[in-house]
């Protein structure tokens, strides 16, 4: 069942429980308290149209929209949309969630997990940058105990799209080398609850059109990378149903000049083939930071909200994993790839490729909700309108991942995942950064409440300093 069908089981049953059971009075005091009213807002629906709607009244009942300077309902909250801008909740399409593991050493099977998430911790970055939905590439079990605690009103958190993850040779996640075990992959990923399936990199060509095939007879959407194998033979990758490349890098590996033609062929294969494409470009902008020094890292003032030992990793030179790596030749390289993004998200948008927004959030340095603000204003950078980029973060991911009846844009009967705006992020896209409040699935989370987040965050994180170490990982 999808957190959709989720939701809206609970839905009819809170709906049924109202009509029989002897509580409903408290049900219906409940509902009344759930009603609120944006006032006075400049509404950017984000639909194909787009027409903007100023000044409008805006109401939420049950978690959806249900008005739009229409009926007004006698008791709710109100909020102040004076001047104010309401997008949908943003959507981030390539994200790696922390969850709670071992770092103990392989030799060491018994032993259970040493590293503890809260899942608030994670989840408050999404929230307070207007992030109400994420897709997690990598997703496992943990990963499903993190939905349900969002879904069940524990954790303020956005909705969550769960990838499984295929690979081939001896890399990580669901080990696939021939056909039937690739199918049986497949079918197991979808028996144990998640809706997409992720392609990666050592799947070899047989494996690989067999996991494809199968996750379209199964219903599964696949996303991922373009497996080594092909290397040479791009054009057979493109079998129906590969659904999305997850990197613009992934291109990348195939082009040896990395010139505008390369880009453009790539774009025309994948428009015939409907492979949509991830962008995820602040990954490989970040990359090139890092191996430069660390200096830019240590300077970015949410680097304080990312848990102690991940902090420890990313900001020392001798454990940074890119750093680690520095050679003049590796940032050449890496300046080309930068450089080819800029070509490829031209020419994929000339083609008419739908790209959408996701960031690689969870790799270092790239830093969950605030890296989804920096790679819609790459997408401006490179080539697209600011208009264009909300598109790429709202009305298209919804689309792909099949959710756009429920959220993506701003229309009555859809969820109320909404965020409002200090300034209007038409004019500029780094307007999308100044958040007033969220509404998460028809909850309202304030600016108040988003500080609030965070600072608990921030806090944990100074007073558990000494606490973790990424050398001493496997000693806690
Ligand atoms: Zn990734």
Redesign the pocket.
Known sequence: MTYYQKNLLLLVAVVFASCTNPVSKKIQQEKESDTYIVKNVNVIPMTAENKVVKNATVVIQDQKIISINDSIPTVGKIIDGTNKWLIPGLIDM?V?TWTSGSFIAPNRPTKGANIFWDTQGVMSLYISNGVTTTFD??ARAQHIGQRDEIASGKVIGPRMALAALINGGEGHGRKANIPSDGRQAVRSAKAEGYSFIKVYSFLNIETFNAIVDEANKQGLKVVGHIPDAFQGKLEEVFVPHFDMV?HAEEYTKHSIDKNIEDAQYFAKLAKENNTWLTSSLTTMVWIGSQLRGLDEVRNNENIKYIHPILQDRWLNEGTNSYYRRTNPEFIAQIDTYIDFQEKLIKAFKEAKVPIVAGT?AG?PVVIPGFSLHDELELLVDYGMTSEEALTSATRLPAEWLEIDKEVGTIEIGKYADLVLLNKNPLENIKNIRTINGVFVNGNWVNKKKIDQLLFELERYNKENKDNFKWDKRREY
């Open positions: 390539h790696h590439l990598d997850a690689d790799i």
